[in-house]
C-alpha cells in the first residue's frame, strides 16, 4: 500500500503571503504593476494576472506615470525605485521583510568597509537589490570555490542571499576569512528556508521517492531538489500533469515538499495525482 508523506513546511512562506496580501489589496481598487514576477511561480503569477496584478517584465519604462508598482517580494534595484519615483507610481512595497533586513545589513557594512561579499547568485533578482544599495562595494561569490579565488585584504563584511544553501554560505564564509584580517559576519538566510531545507533532509530519508513542486526559475526550490538529488530519486515539478507512472513504479513511501512560493492547493493536486497513478499501476498488475 502506497504512503504518502509531506513536508511540514509545505504551502507559502511568510514573505510570500505578505506580498500575495499586499498585491490583492492594492488591486481591489484597479490595475497594478510588477517589475518581473511577484514570486517565482508562474502558475501563481498568471492567476493573479486575471486579477488585475500584471507582470511588466523588469523594466520600469514600459510603465506609465502615476500608476501603481508593487515591489515584489524579491524586491527590486535602488535605480529602478527610483525610477519609478520620478514617474509619480504609487509604489506598495511588497519586499519580503527577510530581504530588506539583508539590504540594510549590506548597506551599513558598505559604508564600514572596503568590500562587502554576497553568498548567492550573482543573477537572482534578490542579489541585484541588495548590491544595487552600493554596487562598487558588493561582490557576489555563489562557492567555496569562487571564495578561494579572490585577493587578500585586510577587512570585510559579509551577508548571504536569504534564500541560499547553509552548509554552502558557511563553507564560503570559511574560505573568506583565511583572507582578511578583520570579517563580519551575518547570517541573512532566512529561518524558514533553513527549517523547510532541514525538514526536506529527514524527508527525503523516509521515501523512496521524492517531488519537489515549485517554480522552475525559483531559487529556494532548486535547493531543496538539490538536497533531495544527494538522498533518494528526486523529480522537481511545477504541475500534476509532468508525474509519470514511471516515477512511482516500485515505490511505496512518496513524499512531497514545496518552495516557499508554491501554494498549499498545490500538495492536494500532487497527491490526488499520485493516487490515480498508483491506482493505475494496480489494475495494470
Do not use: W
Request: net charge positive; proline share 4%.
Amino acid at each position: 500500500m502506497a504512503k504518502i508523506l509531506k513536508s511540514r513546511h509545505c504551502g507559502f512562506c511568510s514573505g510570500v503571503t505578505l506580498a500575495i496580501k499586499k498585491a490583492r489589496a492594492a488591486a481591489a481598487g484597479g490595475k497594478i504593476y510588477t517589475l518581473g514576477p511577484i514570486i517565482h511561480n508562474p502558475q501563481v503569477v498568471e492567476n493573479l494576472r486575471r486579477n488585475n496584478i500584471i507582470d511588466k517584465s523588469s523594466s520600469p519604462a514600459g510603465i506609465n506615470s502615476g500608476s501603481c508598482v508593487l515591489i515584489r517580494s524579491h524586491g527590486i534595484p535602488l535605480n529602478t525605485e527610483r525610477e519609478l519615483e520620478k514617474k509619480n507610481c504609487r509604489i506598495v512595497d511588497a519586499t519580503c521583510p527577510k530581504v530588506k533586513k539583508a539590504q540594510e545589513i549590506f548597506s551599513g557594512l558598505a559604508e564600514k568597509y572596503g568590500k562587502v561579499f554576497i553568498v548567492g547568485k550573482k543573477t537572482h533578482p534578490e542579489v541585484k537589490g541588495i548590491i544595487s544599495r552600493v554596487p562598487l562595494k558588493g561582490i557576489v561569490l555563489l562557492s567555496p570555490e569562487e571564495a578561494k579565488k579572490i585577493k587578500p585584504g585586510k577587512k570585510a563584511g559579509i551577508i548571504a542571499q536569504t534564500t541560499f544553501r547553509r552548509e554552502v554560505f558557511f563553507a564560503t564564509v570559511f574560505e573568506i576569512i583565511k583572507k582578511f584580517d578583520v570579517v563580519e559576519v551575518h547570517n541573512t538566510i532566512c529561518q524558514e528556508t533553513v527549517c523547510r531545507q532541514e525538514e526536506l533532509k529527514k524527508l527525503a530519508n523516509k521515501v523512496d521517492v521524492l517531488f519537489i513542486a515549485g517554480g522552475k526559475n525559483s531559487s529556494n526550490t532548486k535547493r531543496l531538489f538539490e538536497l533531495g538529488c544527494e538522498i533518494v530519486d528526486t523529480y522537481h515539478v511545477e504541475t500534476p500533469e509532468e508525474i509519470k507512472p514511471s516515477h512511482l513504479m516500485g515505490r511505496v513511501n512518496i513524499g512531497i515538499a514545496t518552495g516557499a512560493s508554491t501554494p498549499v492547493e498545490i500538495v492536494e493536486e500532487l497527491e490526488k495525482k499520485i493516487k490515480e497513478i498508483k491506482n493505475l499501476n494496480k489494475e495494470n498488475m
